[in-house]
């Protein structure tokens, strides 16, 4: 399979600046190194030191470029308000915020509990309001700025063991909406990426791993196939260009037609 990304020029991205929450590993990181390799400078932030100083060292092999990595966890407004600083201080601007950062586990809503519900919602929907916040006077100043939420299409049916992580989604695209209609005017595009069931994520191995029950989910997929990394990082980079200049409150579904395949009702292709 050709790589997508190939499709797009070299520099295709240079002169913008980004911040990638999540950035440390999974599709996060994807979208970083896709950012750095068509020239734009990264940040990426996530709460372990550790994981994006490997993260940047493997995206700076790969790309050539040099990415910063700040630890920051997106629950603490004031953590990620520093690492849009640190961001402006090194790069001279911030356009570009990728609101990747996200928490998840299979657990039956029966058991749950109260703290661990907080816990998704505070990460995904509260971390994405925080980050867009703590960003919006720098994406307003540096002009032409993008917010790209990273959500899901688990909110889209009712998913069981996911009543925490479709809460959060589903509340992270009404900020994809709300926020392109409040700051279209200063300059800012607000939109979406919903990913479906990809490979290589960390998600993915914990609700599809091998075997019977990762081989079900792919008979699901009209595409036949998960996704790839590279797949959602190619959404990512179309958004950012001026190809998408007029796409605002838009959530783009990739995901190989996985949600609107109906359920079977026995019939079988
Ligand atoms: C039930 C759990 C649990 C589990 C944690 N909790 N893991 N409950 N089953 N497996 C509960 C805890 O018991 C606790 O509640 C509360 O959640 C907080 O847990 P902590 O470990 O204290 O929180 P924290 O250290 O902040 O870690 C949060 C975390 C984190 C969400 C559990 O470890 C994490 O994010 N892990 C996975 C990261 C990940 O997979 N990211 C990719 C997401 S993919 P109590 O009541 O006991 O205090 C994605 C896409 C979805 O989002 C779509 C896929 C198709």
Redesign the pocket.
Known sequence: MPNPLDVFRDNALAGHVAIVTGGGT?ICRGIAAAYARLGADVCIVSRKQDVLDAAAAAIATQTGRTVLGVAADVRQPDAIARAVTATVERFGKLDTLVNGA????L?PAAA??P??FR??ID?DLNGTFNAARAAFEALQRAGDGLILNIS?T?HHHGTPLQIH?SAAKAGVDAVTRNLAVEWGRFGIRVCGIAPG?IADT??MR??APPGEVGDKARAAIPAGRFGTIDEIAAAAVFLRSPAAAYVTGHVLVVDGGHVVAAPPLGMTL
Do not use: D, H, K, Q
């Open positions: 999974g996200a928490g998840n586990f657990a749950l509990s703290n661990g816990t998704v990460i899901a688990l992580a069931p960390e998600g914990r609700l």
